[in-house]
C-alpha cells in the first residue's frame, strides 16, 4: 500500500555532487524512521545513514561529514544530499521507510534503487 519512489541518482565525477530523493506514495498515516543504504558490486548492503521521525540522524563513518539526511514529512520525502563523493561511493542506493498506514498496520517498504557512479 506503501511504494517509495527514489530519484537523483546518476554519473558524478570525484568530489561532485547529488541528492538522492524518496518520496512515499499511497495510503499513509504515519511516516516514521527512514533511511538510506547502499549496495556495491559484490558487496553486501550497508546502512548509509538514518534520520528518525523527529529529524535525529546518524551516518556511517565512511560518510560522515560528507553526506546530510533530511526529510520533509509534510511531502512524505526523505532525501540523502551527497557532497564531496568519491569513487567507493559508487552502488546502487535503496532507501527504506517506515511507518503505519493505518493507525494500527506498520508498514515497511523499500525504493527501487538508483545507481550512484562516481568517475572522471
Known amino acids: 500500500q506503501v511504494q517509495l519512489v527514489e530519484s537523483g541518482g546518476g554519473l558524478v565525477q570525484p568530489g561532485g555532487s547529488l541528492r538522492l530523493s524518496c518520496a512515499a506514495s499511497g495510503s499513509i498515516f504515519s511516516f516514521g524512521a527512514a533511511g538510506w543504504y547502499r549496495q556495491a558490486p559484490g558487496k553486501q548492503r550497508e546502512l548509509v545513514a538514518r534520520?528518525?521521525?523527529?529529524?535525529?540522524?546518524n551516518y556511517a563513518d565512511s560518510v560522515k561529514g560528507r553526506f546530510i539526511v533530511s526529510r520533509d514529512n509534510a511531502k512524505n520525502t526523505v532525501y540523502l544530499q551527497m557532497n564531496s563523493l568519491k569513487p567507493e561511493d559508487t552502488a546502487v542506493y535503496y532507501c527504506n521507510v517506515k511507518g503505519r498506514y493505518t493507525l494500527y498496520d506498520p508498514f515497511d517498504s523499500w525504493g527501487q534503487g538508483t545507481q550512484v557512479t562516481v568517475s572522471s
Open positions: 534520520i528518525t521521525s523527529g529529524g535525529n540522524t
